[in-house]
């Protein structure tokens, strides 16, 4: 069994960075694509950034992108999302999903595994 556990989620203030980890137990990510998605209260799953275990593939919204970073360390097993100039926008439960399809899945199904979440606050 395969489990994905996020941490690093927090309060940060506008302007502040926060670095996300997703670890992976039971199996590594092999070649899977981890992706990390966020859902904010009453609004809709949205995808954030995807990396390619195997390497040489990241992708990123344009909501995100220049401000967050996806990386990998093989060693540990772990996707991190390094997220600088957080803004109130980007306030969400955040989630690693892994699975062996495509990138930017919104739905659950698309996916393999997931996280339980962790939340990200950012205030103005």
């Known amino acids: 069994q395969v489990q994905l556990v996020e941490s690093g989620g927090g309060l940060v203030q506008d302007g502040g960075s926060l670095r996300l980890s997703c670890a992976a137990s039971g199996r590594t990510f092999s070649s899977y694509i981890v992706n990390w998605l966020r859902q904010a209260p009453g609004k809709e799953r949205e995808f954030v950034a995807a990396?390619?275990?195997?390497?040489?593939?990241?992708l990123y919204s344009d909501s995100v992108k220049g401000r967050f970073t996806i990386s990998r360390d093989i060693a540990k097993n772990t996707v991190y999302l390094q997220m600088n100039n957080l803004k109130p926008e980007d306030t969400a439960v955040y989630y690693c999903a892994a699975g062996l399809g495509g990138v930017g899945g919104l739905s659950w199904a698309d996916y393999d595994y997931r996280g339980q979440g962790t939340q990200v606050t950012v205030s103005s």
């Open positions: 990396i390619r275990w195997s390497g040489g593939y990241t």
